[in-house]
Structure formats: structure tokens, C-alpha cells
């Protein structure tokens, strides 16, 4: 079946450091590929998104690039605020599964000043 | 505002009642999902509906009972609660094979 493996967390930085979110994924069919964010007490919010091999999703500063040869998603920003402190979620999504999200882990990310 | 709502935020209730949730959203699309996410975050889908017709439905206990009265709406009613069904659970809606658009979650606790 599907499945989406990320690093595990929790991950702390210093502000203005570099994230690297590490996330690779088994699909059976062509996915999709997301990051969403998960702020502390709210839902989850689409972060960036690519649909097919050496597209690049980016928004906010964060960046992710599907990689088809190495099933890789990792997401990743030069520099981190305090206010990217949240639970990051790497997820795919493919056409004959009936358009599911399928999860992995989720990863906190906490910044400090 | 346009969005996917839910409705209640929070939920505290005793072992062996009967609850609900409610979803709703004015985005126009046609797919709509209730998720659960556990005590370690893990998110995994439990239903999903595609204008008013159920497409998925994971191995979820059959207390668990999605209602969509129309494209719109996507209820949960969830009978004879256990401790086990204490989570968060997420209502999304999506254009089929879209992005997905999350609410922001009921905390439904079981005492």
C-alpha cells in the first residue's frame, strides 16, 4: 500500500537557521506530493504542493522538489522564523486511491529566538 | 468567510454516549473526508464522500456512521463511545484529486 516516512522529531532551531524535513514515500500508482503545517490548536493548512517529477512546490520561503528517481519530498527553508514553529505534515495523494491523503508522522518543528 | 467548518470545537462527554459532529463547507466541492489524528498527531483517513455518495471507508468500528445530507454537509455520528475515540477529529473537502481544505478540528475527549 501507500505509505510516507518522515524524519523523526522533534526538530529545535535557532532562528535564521536552515530546515531540512526529511520525507520519502511508496506509492503504487503516480502521486502527488504535499507538506501541510499544522499550527498549534488549529487545522491543517496546504503548505506547498507538486504534481508530477522535478516539479518544485514553494510558498512562505519553505521549497520541496519531487524527486521520482529517489521517491523523495524533502522540505526545506534557508531561514527559519520563531513563527514556523508548527507540526509539519508530508503527504501523497494518488488518483486510484480515491483521491485519500495519506499521512506520515508529522514532524514538530520548534524555532527559538 | 469562505471555509470548511465544524461544529463543536470541543466535546467532553462519558463512555457509552452517543455524538455528533458537524461539517460543512462553502468552497463548491464535491468531496468531502472525516480524518482522525491520535494523541501522537498521526493523521489517517476514516471516511470520505463524493457528492453525497461514500468512496471510502477505511476499517473504521461501525459506531462510526458518516451522514451527507447533501454535497455541502458531511456529519459524524459516533454511537456508544469509547476511551479509544478520544482524538481530534478533521472534516476536509477537496475537488476530486485536489488539494484537500481542512476545518479546524473537534476535540472529542471520552471520560
Known amino acids: 500500500g501507500d505509505s510516507v516516512t518522515q524524519m523523526e522529531g522533534p526538530v529545535t532551531l535557532s532562528e535564521e537557521a536552515f530546515l531540512t524535513i526529511n520525507c520519502t514515500y511508496t506509492?503504487?500508482?503516480?502521486?502527488?506530493l504535499f507538506w501541510y503545517v499544522q499550527y498549534p490548536g488549529e487545522g491543517l493548512q496546504l503548505l506547498l504542493k507538486?504534481?508530477?517529477?522535478?516539479d518544485k512546490g514553494s510558498n512562505k520561503g519553505f521549497e520541496a522538489t519531487y524527486r521520482k528517481e529517489t521517491t523523495s519530498f524533502h522540505l526545506e527553508k534557508g531561514s527559519v522564523q520563531v513563527s514556523d514553529s508548527a507540526v509539519y505534515f508530508c503527504?501523497?495523494?494518488?488518483?486510484?486511491?480515491?483521491?485519500?491523503?495519506?499521512f506520515g508522522e508529522g514532524t514538530q518543528l520548534t524555532v527559538n529566538p | 468567510d469562505t471555509a470548511v467548518s465544524q461544529t463543536p470545537k470541543y466535546l467532553v462527554t462519558q463512555m457509552g454516549n452517543d455524538k455528533s459532529i458537524k461539517c460543512e463547507q462553502n468552497?463548491?466541492?464535491?468531496?468531502m473526508y472525516w480524518y482522525k489524528q491520535d494523541s501522537k498527531k498521526f493523521l489517517k483517513i476514516m471516511f470520505s464522500?463524493?457528492?453525497?455518495?461514500?468512496?471510502i471507508n477505511e476499517t473504521v468500528p461501525n459506531r462510526f456512521s458518516p451522514k451527507s445530507p447533501d454535497k455541502a454537509h458531511l456529519n459524524l455520528h459516533i454511537n456508544s463511545l469509547e476511551l479509544g475515540d478520544s482524538a481530534v477529529y478533521f472534516c476536509?473537502?477537496?475537488?476530486?484529486?485536489?488539494?484537500?481544505?481542512f476545518g479546524p478540528g473537534t476535540r472529542l475527549t471520552v471520560l
Open positions: 476536509a473537502s477537496s475537488q476530486v484529486e485536489n488539494e484537500q481544505f
Open positions: 506509492a503504487t500508482g503516480y502521486p502527488s
Open positions: 507538486a504534481t508530477k517529477a522535478d
Open positions: 503527504a501523497l495523494n494518488v488518483k486510484t486511491s480515491g483521491s485519500r491523503l495519506t
Open positions: 468552497l463548491g466541492h464535491d468531496t
Open positions: 464522500y463524493n457528492n453525497k455518495e461514500l468512496i
